[in-house]
């Protein structure tokens, strides 16, 4: 079976950062061709990729992954029934959500300084993540509890529109990076997008800064000449391979025939996998980023179109890259071995199957990958790709 899968593969060197660091501040690593590796992980970019998505796409096409559901539901009932007094709206959004997820939705025990019980909106027991769309059907069911009896809540026919509400016309980013739901597997989403942890091409090293701060006030001279603050952060540079693989059939399929009754219905997709295309390369994880302005961009982005499946190009950095002899540096190490090992790969396993690519670089460094794809600005690749999307899904 033909399928449209979009592989997306990323050289991007970061100066000194700490992109993503473990529980005690240390950034994370990994050991992989008997080296060790700087590591952000998958997590970090997707939610820095996520947080893009609302400089492109309308609210109306975003989800929101949070605890406080029954807090967010609340201010949607408010807008449908002013009449309706905040304790109230937290209880009905309760019950509503864990109609619709089987997730319990209660008031955590916290109470006010003077050691009275605060008023405290329910939270879920773990993040859901739910559509615009989905918000303000749950909260329409919600509002109309309202003076409805305790019988309304238990109604099978209340459950089956609040569940059929939360499963359906998902939002672009629950649709690409998916939702897991304890409590309630029927509403589950499959993630049609699949992100690696990049990791370096070369081996890495953790240093350390050892700060200080000054005391703007010291100002007499018997004060103490010393800090005011001193302490350490820990950090690392690198040029890092990143990876990520969308199953375009099975993004079209968790976007249903989308939010707009007014469009193509190839429309909601390409939408989808423009935005991805644009804030998966351009994001950065925001760890410490005040520290370190690490605000680089790609070196090289190669995207190809795949009819089979999935294909990450990891094992060309398997042996880590070394330095220029003359110059120093990992690029140009790194976009010659990729450049070896994707014609290899792709013809030991048949996997070229001649269909589209397209390649991004930046300077000299990176020639060696000109012979992959047709060379394209950044604009010119969403929508090189957004074009190739719609084709595929009969929408050309």
Same mark, same amino acid.
């Given at each position: 079976?033909?399928?449209?899968?979009?592989?997306?593969?990323?050289?991007?060197?970061?100066?000194?950062?700490?992109?993503?660091?473990?529980?005690?501040?240390?950034?994370?690593?990994?050991?992989?061709?008997?080296?060790?590796?700087?590591?952000?992980?998958?997590?970090?970019?997707?939610?820095?990729?996520?947080?893009?998505?609302?400089?492109?796409?309308?609210?109306?096409?975003?989800?929101?992954?949070?605890?406080?559901?029954?807090?967010?539901?609340?201010?949607?009932?408010?807008?449908?029934?002013?009449?309706?007094?905040?304790?109230?709206?937290?209880?009905?959004?309760?019950?509503?959500?864990?109609?619709?997820?089987?997730?319990?939705?209660?008031?955590?025990?916290?109470?006010?300084?003077?050691?009275?019980?605060?008023?405290?909106?329910?939270?879920?027991?773990?993040?859901?993540?739910?559509?615009?769309?989905?918000?303000?059907?749950?909260?329409?069911?919600?509002?109309?509890?309202?003076?409805?009896?305790?019988?309304?809540?238990?109604?099978?026919?209340?459950?089956?529109?609040?569940?059929?509400?939360?499963?359906?016309?998902?939002?672009?980013?629950?649709?690409?990076?998916?939702?897991?739901?304890?409590?309630?597997?029927?509403?589950?989403?499959?993630?049609?997008?699949?992100?690696?942890?990049?990791?370096?091409?070369?081996?890495?090293?953790?240093? +350390?800064?050892?700060?200080?701060?000054?005391?703007? *006030?010291?100002?007499?001279?018997? =004060?103490? @000449?010393?800090?005011?603050? /001193? !302490?350490?952060?820990?950090?690392?540079?690198?040029?890092?391979?990143?990876?990520?693989?969308?199953?375009?059939?099975?993004?079209?399929?968790?976007?249903?025939?989308?939010?707009?009754?007014?469009?193509?219905?190839?429309?909601?997709?390409?939408?989808?996998?423009?935005?991805?295309?644009?804030?998966?390369?351009?994001?950065?994880?925001?760890?410490?980023?005040?520290?370190?302005?690490?605000?680089?961009?790609?070196?090289?982005?190669?995207?190809?179109?795949?009819?089979?499946?999935?294909?990450?190009?990891?094992?060309?950095?398997?042996?880590?890259?070394?330095?220029?002899?003359?110059?120093?540096?990992?690029?140009?190490?790194?976009?010659?071995?990729?450049? +070896?090992?994707?014609?290899?790969?792709?013809?030991? *396993?048949?996997?070229?199957?001649? =269909?589209? @690519?397209?390649?991004?670089? /930046? !300077?000299?460094?990176?020639?060696?990958?000109?012979?992959?794809?047709?060379?394209?600005?950044?604009?010119?690749?969403?929508?090189?790709?957004?074009?190739?999307?719609?084709?595929?899904?009969?929408?050309?």
């Amino acid at each position: 079976m033909t399928r449209t899968i979009l592989d997306f593969h990323v050289l991007q060197t970061v100066p000194p950062s700490c992109l993503n660091r473990d529980d005690t501040g240390t950034p994370k690593t990994a050991v992989y061709g008997g080296v060790r590796r700087a590591r952000v992980s998958s997590q970090a970019w997707k939610r820095a990729t996520r947080r893009e998505f609302h400089e492109l796409l309308d609210p109306s096409e975003l989800g929101v992954r949070t605890r406080r559901i029954a807090e967010l539901l609340a201010v949607r009932i408010g807008r449908i029934d002013g009449t309706i007094a905040e304790a109230e709206a937290w209880n009905l959004a309760a019950q509503t959500v864990q109609l619709a997820t089987g997730s319990k939705v209660e008031t955590p025990k916290r109470r006010a300084k003077e050691g009275q019980e605060a008023a405290v909106a329910p939270e879920a027991k773990y993040l859901l993540f739910l559509s615009a769309h989905q918000l303000d059907g749950l909260a329409e069911i919600a509002a109309k509890g309202h003076g409805a009896g305790k019988d309304y809540f238990k109604d099978k026919t209340t459950k089956e529109l609040a569940r059929q509400l939360a499963g359906g016309r998902h939002s672009v980013d629950i649709a690409l990076f998916g939702r897991m739901v304890a409590d309630g597997a029927e509403i589950n989403v499959d993630a049609a997008a699949q992100v690696a942890h990049a990791i370096s091409v070369h081996r890495a090293d953790n240093e +350390s800064d050892y700060y200080t701060a000054v005391d703007d *006030y010291k100002e007499r001279e018997d =004060d103490d @000449a010393g800090a005011g603050m /001193i !302490g350490t952060v820990e950090f690392n540079s690198a040029t890092l391979y990143r990876y990520a693989a969308v199953d375009v059939d099975l993004l079209r399929r968790n976007l249903g025939e989308g939010l707009r009754e007014d469009e193509r219905t190839t429309e909601p997709v390409r939408r989808a996998v423009e935005a991805f295309t644009r804030c998966f390369l351009t994001s950065m994880p925001t760890g410490k980023i005040n520290t370190f302005a690490n605000h680089t961009l790609p070196d090289a982005v190669l995207v190809k179109v795949r009819s089979t499946r999935p294909v990450s190009f990891a094992g060309a950095f398997e042996e880590p890259c070394r330095t220029e002899p003359e110059t120093g540096g990992y690029v140009r190490h790194a976009a010659r071995a990729l450049a +070896s090992y994707v014609p290899e790969v792709e013809k030991a *396993y048949g996997v070229a199957g001649g =269909d589209p @690519a397209w390649l991004l670089r /930046i !300077g000299s460094s990176t020639e060696a990958l000109s012979g992959l794809a047709t060379e394209v600005s950044l604009d010119e690749l969403v929508k090189a790709v957004g074009a190739e999307v719609v084709r595929r899904q009969g929408g050309a």
